[in-house]
């Protein structure tokens, strides 16, 4: 019986066999991935595979995992690593993941593999120092049968972000590249094509600093020829490289190259731990051979267009290289240098180890000797022309700047010019043989010439510091070309030039050190005719010392006829803010004083031979000192004086006179004072007492008209611009034209100046007074004058004019003066006269002005208005002007009207003349040599002939006045006794 039942609606089906087939082989394949998947498995397989390739290969090999793909077919390690050699620590091989696909087999002694993929895999291949290589056993050994050897075939590895690092120890090169991507392809005879791409490659040549940059190659790997680059392309901070060689037997590796490229000068040098000093970029052409013994050959040419030379620069280098682990040898076959050209040979020697020694042998000529001073940091010297040097350098591990060797220096002049605007052009020659030692450039006896100025100098400058330490003598036929090269060397070291003011002749020796910008100087100075700060100051002997900025006087001495004076302690040549200009100790005999007031830079109308000593500090506003001096032959103000004793105290922006004496002729003058240089005040005290008019200097040109002696108190101060003073001053014994003042008739003076502003009145009492009231310190000063002279008489004994005994009269002006404002001009006015009268003996008031009489002064002419004077039996018009400045003065004055004849007997009793005068007169010429015009005609006169005892009565007569000659025209007369008519024709007299 069937014990299942029937189910109703299924039919039964008939499998075929192909489907059957399909369905064993799926359940095969899963069958077998679940075994290959299973634990104990890979453990199983895990381990065979292991073992296996660490038989093969002599090492120990492991990996993580094992993964088998089967689209595409490839075996997949994981965390791969492979043993390196028991002398070195750490894998030989690593990855992160190997890949191997396209087929695997292993037959026998040979390992055939299809495609290797290797995924951060990290290589650390070394040579030691016998020339063996950490290579497993298994690959370096024979793969003949029963050698045990394995002969690995791939045809094609792919490597990615890997690391490979490479020692070649006896090579003496190694490397590192991270970061790169290569892959080889298997070639038909054996061997790999591959190219690689690194972003950073590390490569060191013997011990030298390492070379950094990123690489590209294309190689061929041959087992049997080695590794040849087509082509390597290096490019990093040193610049670019492009180069082309073969590792030739890897095993006993002989490299070759062939490179070119552009490089940075200063990376080549650290490289090779080589500081020469050189900087730029090169263009270079080289060969390289690094022999299986070890060491390298290289040879080739260099080229830039600039290269640094720290501090120098040369153009259009040219070299040919040629080195060795023992010696590199460059033969510079030409350069350029500020307009020059240069050769020779720099050698290196022991390149291999501590490079040392080094050799340098040069020839430079038409180089500029400004270019060079501008090289070390002194641009603009203005030391015009061409030198030429010859130099052999010898020097080790300490380098060029402490070299040894020898050799001369020439310089030719150039044009007076500085490639510097505004720099003197100082054309410059000479030269001489030096030394080098350990660094330091030493001349002997070397002769520089300028124009005017030898130099010669003893001593040196250590190179890299181009400092002076130099004993040097100097011989100059002008110190003005001195001081132009002074200046230049502080504009140059970048201070402002300010002139020494130098001039003279002389010889000056000693020791220049310190910097060119601030030089230290011991020196002899020796000269005739020295200027300093442009001031004469004579003949000079002494020690002067030059530093911060500074002289220093120790002491100076000058010497000038009878003159001496000695200078001790600093003077300032270059102005520092807050520093003093001097601190001097002077010792003057006899000196002159306008050049010490000059050297000081102060400005006083002083001059005199000075003596005495005193010390003097600060700056020209801010001095500090003093001391008692005498002054002879002295000048103040424009007054002389034969001898002058005082004080001077100098305090900070003030000068003081103290205890001043002086005698002026039979006079004295006394006093003190004090000037403020800052705010420009003063305050005065000074008195003089019977002081004779003619020694005054201001009044020199009236002395010859006016004498007496003078007694004056002057006292005030405040501001220079507008002072205050007060004035008394009195004459006795006065003279003025020839007119001696009567006792009781001496002028007397009292004045007082308010802030500029003049209140003055000289008279004397009861007989004249002459008032003045204005602003004297304005631009123009214009002053308010008046004359009051009710003594006329006693008046016009002031002027060159006078009257005669028992003549008087008086007389009232008034007006403005405005004074000139440059010396050379001459004051201008308007004056009105209000009261002119003249007085004869028993006739007062004979003739006085009618109204008011006005007046200009301009250009040094008085000019009158038309004016009319009046009296009994006088009516008279007058004008016209006169010259009162220069000599002789001209004038042309006119004088109309008539004249009571009897007048004239009061002037001239014996005349016995009466009637009438008409005038009509002009008078031109000068006031010295008067010239006459018009005429003088008599009216009804009589006439007493006095020697006769007869009258004449009734006198008409007229003169004819032309210059210096009177003409007597139609005279008639009646003789009072005979009743008749007589007449004269002309006649002249």
């Keep these: 019986m069937n014990p299942f039942r ?40 895990h381990g065979v595979s292991q073992s296996r390739l660490a038989d093969a290969l002599g090492r120990p090999v492991t990996f993580r995992t094992v993964e088998l793909r089967v689209f595409p077919p490839a075996v997949r390690l994981a965390d791969v690593r492979v043993g390196n050699d028991p002398r070195l620590s750490g894998p030989l091989f690593s990855a992160e993941e190997v890949s191997i696909g396209g087929g695997v087999s292993f037959v026998g002694q040979e390992l055939r593999l299809g495609r290797i993929r290797a995924l951060r895999p990290h290589i650390a291949l070394v040579q030691f120092s016998d020339g063996t290589w950490n290579l497993p056993p298994g690959l370096t050994r024979s793969a003949k049968a029963g050698e045990g050897g394995v002969t690995l075939k791939v045809a094609s590895i792919l490597v990615q972000e890997g690391v490979f690092e490479f020692d070649g120890r006896k090579m003496a090169f190694s490397g590192r590249l991270e970061d790169f991507a290569a892959e080889l392809n298997a070639l038909p005879g054996g061997g790999y094509r591959g190219g690689m791409v690194a972003q950073r490659a590390t490569v060191r040549v013997t011990d030298s600093e390492p070379i950094v940059a990123s690489l590209r190659t294309r190689f061929v790997l041959d087992p049997e020829r080695g590794l040849t680059f087509d082509d390597i392309r290096l490019e990093g901070p040193f610049g670019t490289l492009r180069a082309s060689g073969a590792l030739e037997n890897l095993n006993n590796p002989n490299a070759v190259f062939a490179a070119n490229g552009d490089i940075s000068i200063e990376e080549v040098q650290r490289v090779f731990h080589q500081n020469l000093g050189f900087a730029g970029r090169a263009a270079f052409r080289v060969r390289l051979q690094i022999p299986p013994a070890g060491g390298f050959r290289l040879a080739g040419t260099l080229k830039s267009a600039r290269v640094r030379a720290d501090p120098f620069t040369l153009d259009d280098l040219a070299a040919t290289v040629t080195a060795t682990p023992d010696t590199l040898v460059a033969e510079i076959v030409r350069a350029g240098y500020s307009g020059g050209t240069a050769s020779g040979t720099f050698h290196i020697g022991n390149l291999g180890g501590d490079p040392q020694p080094m050799t340098l042998a040069l020839e430079a000529g038409g180089f500029s000797i400004e270019r060079f001073f501008g090289d070390i ?23 060029i700047l402490r070299a040894d060797g020898g050799g001369t220096l020439r310089l030719e002049p150039g044009p007076a010019a500085s490639l510097v605007h505004g720099r003197f052009g100082i054309p410059t020659g000479g030269g001489g043989p030096f030394s080098v030692v350990r660094g330091r450039i030493g001349f002997e006896g070397a002769s520089f010439r300028f124009p005017q100025t030898t130099i010669d100098l003893t001593g040196g400058l250590v190179i890299g510091k181009w400092q002076p330490d130099f004993d040097f003598k100097m011989r100059s036929k002008d110190f003005s070309e001195v001081d132009r090269i002074f200046q230049n060397f502080l504009a140059a070291g970048g201070s402002r030039p300010e002139a020494l003011g130098l001039g003279g002749s002389g010889e000056v020796s000693g020791h220049l050190g310190g910097r060119w910008t601030e030089p230290e100087a011991v020196a002899q100075v020796t000269a005739e005719e020295a200027r300093y700060a442009g001031v004469l100051f004579g003949s000079v002997r002494g020690s002067v010392d030059m530093r911060d900025g500074a002289f220093f006087f120790r002491p100076l001495r000058v010497y000038d006829g009878d003159a001496t004076l000695s200078l001790e302690g600093m003077a300032r040549y270059r102005v520092i803010p807050g520093r003093p200009r ?19 830079d102060l400005k006083f109308p002083v001059d005199g031979r000075v003596t005495g000593s005193f010390p003097v500090s600060g700056t020209p506003d801010a001095l500090t000192g003093g001391g008692a001096i005498t002054l002879a032959d002295a000048t103040i103000w424009g007054q002389k ?59 020199a040109s009236s002395a010859k008209d006016v004498s007496g002696r003078l007694s004056f108190q002057l006292s005030g101060g405040g501001s220079l611009d507008r002072p205050d003073l007060k004035v008394t001053a009195s004459l006795a014994d006065g003279t003025f034209f020839g007119h001696a003042l009567p006792e009781g008739r001496e002028p007397r003076l009292e004045a007082t100046v308010a802030a500029g502003v003049l209140d003055a009145v000289a008279e004397v009492p009861s007989h004249w007074s002459l008032k003045a009231h ?37 007389v009232a002006v008034e007006g403005s003066l405005t004074l000139p404002v440059k010396s050379g001009d001459l004051p201008t006015g308007e004056f009105r006269m209000t009261r002119a009268r003249l007085d004869l003996p028993e006739r007062p008031g004979v003739l006085s002005t009618s109204g008011v009489v006005r007046m200009s002064l301009a250009n040094g002419r008085l000019s009158f208005q038309d004016f009319q004077a009046s009296g009994e039996g006088t009516e008279l018009r007058a004008g016209g002007w006169m010259d009162l400045a220069g000599s002789p003065g001209g004038m042309n004055l006119t004088l109309s009207g008539s004249v009571d004849a009897s007048l004239l007997a009061l002037e001239f009793p014996n005349l016995g003349l009466s009637g009438r005068l008409v005038l009509d007169v002009r008078a031109g010429g000068t006031l010295s040599a008067p010239s ?19 009258i004449v009565d009734d006198v008409d007569a007229t003169v004819t006045l032309q210059g210096s000659r009177a003409d007597l025209e139609g005279i008639s007369w009646r003789p009072a006794t005979a009743g008749a008519t007589t007449s004269a024709a002309k006649s002249p007299f």
Excluded: C
């Design 6 to 45: 029937q189910t109703e609606g299924v039919t039964a089906h008939r499998l075929s066999a192909s489907r059957l087939l399909v369905i064993v082989l799926l359940f095969l394949i899963l069958g077998s991935y679940a075994v290959w998947k299973s634990d104990r498995f890979q453990s199983l397989i």
């Design 377 to 399: 940091g002194l641009p603009g010297t203005g030391l015009s022309g061409s030198g030429a040097v010859s130099v052999a350098l010898r020097w080790g591990a300490a380098g």
């Design 582 to 600: 001097f601190d001097l100790s002077l010792a003057a005999n006899r000196y002159p004083l306008s050049r010490l007031l000059e050297y000081l």
């Design 641 to 699: 004086f034969a001898q002058m004793t005082g004080s001077v105290l100098f305090t900070p922006g003030r000068l003081g006179l103290e205890d001043l004496r002086a005698s002026l002729g039979q006079g004295m003058l006394g006093g003190r004072g004090a000037l403020s240089l800052r705010d420009r005040t003063f305050e005065a005290r000074l008195a003089g007492d019977n002081i004779p008019v003619d020694a005054i200097n201001a009044l």
């Design 774 to 810: 204005g602003d004297v310190f304005g631009q123009p000063a214009r002053v308010d004058v008046s004359v009051d002279a009710p003594d006329l008489a006693s008046f016009l004994l002031m002027t060159p004019f006078a009257l005669p005994a028992g003549r008087g009269g008086s």
């Design 932 to 950: 006459l015009s018009g005429s003088l005609r008599v009216e009804n006169g009589k006439y007493r002939l006095t020697s006769l005892s007869q």
